[in-house]
């Protein structure tokens, strides 16, 4: 699309929350300063081979010094929200005990400056930064984490709970089970222990849970919800055993996050499929669902991609993919969703917390940024959530991701997700073409 500006002329409800997302380690480098302990990411993206290039988020985007630079950045752009992650280990630097007062400073800064450009804070508890010292005690898959959680989530709501309008508990658990248990290329890095990633799962759940209920003993006005990628998935073909296959991929992929908290039950094809002997279903005791489903305000959504099964239940490509592979672009999914969860789950109030695409942005001779792919993805991912909304569906506000370029994990600073371009040598920011179009859309609350 040469023209990817072009109004549709589709205007959002009045007040609708703009707004862009980051996570921690992956903007805020300072990673030995004011007491921060280590993360499991510093020990992975620290082990040779791990993440591309050797990369780590030591300094990553420096946000941690730059922060008045950026929030005057989210400024410009007219940034209704901006949803940011605290680092659990500047907090706790070994994951327990005295909250860090420097640590617990950094982010007070960081939501003053938002309160004085009108900008609500949305923090996320977790954005999978576990303190080291945790995981050397069994990480996710020792249950006293789950309450070491919950009590780190109490010492951030009594500091910061009082200004901070929006909460979400646990980034994506499902990226920590799979991709730090199955698949091995987030940390810790385990791979192949599907036994181990659905006992993370259900410690993860848990954890969420009490963090919910510390919310309401320490900040009552606050509203808490999960934060959870969801993948629309579709049969790869029209057969039975493909729909039957496509029943049980979603289970695993949606249905075991959202049934727990909305339902109070896990879904009872997964529990079957894990068997009666798997270490979730023998590690679930009396009284968790009741915790895990402790009632929220809000759902966070976060779309990337579609998945297509097949029969024999494998993933397949059937639409183009972005420069990250696992990701197909397919708007229509960002409608589907949003829909699914609201016809599935009832009328709770629904942010999407991420949604982007990643783009080989390099500056042209004059130094602008031509990413006009990006521009085309989120306006028909807009387009998608206004039918959403016209049909019903209660979403509030919209987070892309990100803000700016940052490190993506294991795919380091190649995979530039931002708004705003970095040029690492320098760190100089330069708004990209897309957020030239947004801050004209956050402008005219329309496309
Ligand atoms: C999210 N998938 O991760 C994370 O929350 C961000 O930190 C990350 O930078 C962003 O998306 C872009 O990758 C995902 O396989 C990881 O569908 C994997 C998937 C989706 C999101």
Not at 87 to 116: C, K, M
Not at 134 to 142: F, K, N
Request: glycine share 8%; net charge negative; charged share 20%.
């Amino acid at each position: 699309d040469p023209r990817p500006e072009r109004s549709l002329g589709l205007r959002f409800p009045a007040g609708f929350g703009w707004g862009a997302a980051t996570s921690a380690y992956q903007i805020e480098g300072a990673v030995k300063e004011d007491g921060r302990g280590t993360s499991v990411w510093d020990t992975f993206s620290h082990t040779p081979g791990r993440t591309r290039g050797g990369d780590t988020g030591d300094v990553a985007v420096d946000h941690y010094h730059r922060y008045l630079e950026d929030l005057d950045l989210m400024k410009d752009l007219g940034l209704r929200t901006y949803r940011f992650s605290i680092s659990w280990p500047r907090i706790q630097p070994d994951g327990t005990g005295q909250p860090n007062q420097r640590g617990l400073d950094f982010y007070r800064r960081v939501i003053a400056g938002l309160h004085e450009r009108g900008i609500e804070p949305m923090a996320t508890l977790f954005h999978w930064d576990l303190p080291q010292a945790l995981q050397d005690r069994g990480g996710w898959e020792s249950r006293d984490v789950a309450h070491r959680f919950a009590d780190y989530a109490a010492a951030v709501f009594a500091e910061l709970g009082a200004d901070v309008p929006g909460w979400l508990t646990i980034n994506e658990p499902k990226t920590v089970v799979q991709n730090g248990y199955i698949y091995g290329h987030h940390a810790p890095g385990h791979r192949g222990d599907p036994d181990a990633a659905y006992l993370v799962a259900h410690h993860l759940q848990l954890a969420h849970g009490l963090a919910v209920q510390a919310l309401r003993a320490t900040a009552p006005h606050g509203r808490i919800g999960p934060a959870l990628n969801l993948h629309p998935c579709y049969p790869a073909d029209d057969s039975a055993a493909a729909r039957a296959a496509t029943r049980l991929y979603d289970g695993y992929e949606n249905r075991l996050y959202l049934d727990s908290i909305f339902r109070g039950a896990y879904p009872a094809d997964v529990l079957a499929d894990l068997g009666a002997n798997s270490r979730m279903v023998t590690a679930i005791r009396d009284g968790d669902l009741e915790t895990i489903s402790t009632p929220v305000d809000l759902l966070a959504v976060q779309y990337y991609t579609p998945i297509y099964v097949t029969a024999d239940g494998a993933a397949v490509q059937k639409r183009p993919t972005s420069n990250a592979s696992w990701q197909q672009i397919f708007p229509e999914g960002m409608y589907d969703i949003l829909t699914r969860v609201t016809r599935d789950y009832g009328r709770v109030p629904l942010t999407v917390t991420e949604n982007g695409l990643p783009t080989p942005d390099a500056p042209a001779a004059d130094g602008t940024i031509d990413d006009a792919e990006r521009v085309t993805f989120l306006r028909d991912h807009f387009a998608a959530a206004h039918r959403a909304i016209a049909d019903g569906v209660p979403l509030q506000s919209y987070h892309v991701w990100s803000l700016l370029d940052n490190f993506e994990w294991d795919e380091g600073y190649e995979q530039r997700w931002g708004l705003i371009y970095v040029d690492y040598p320098t760190q100089r920011r330069t708004l990209k073409r897309s957020a030239h179009w947004y801050r004209r859309v956050i402008a005219s609350n329309t496309i």
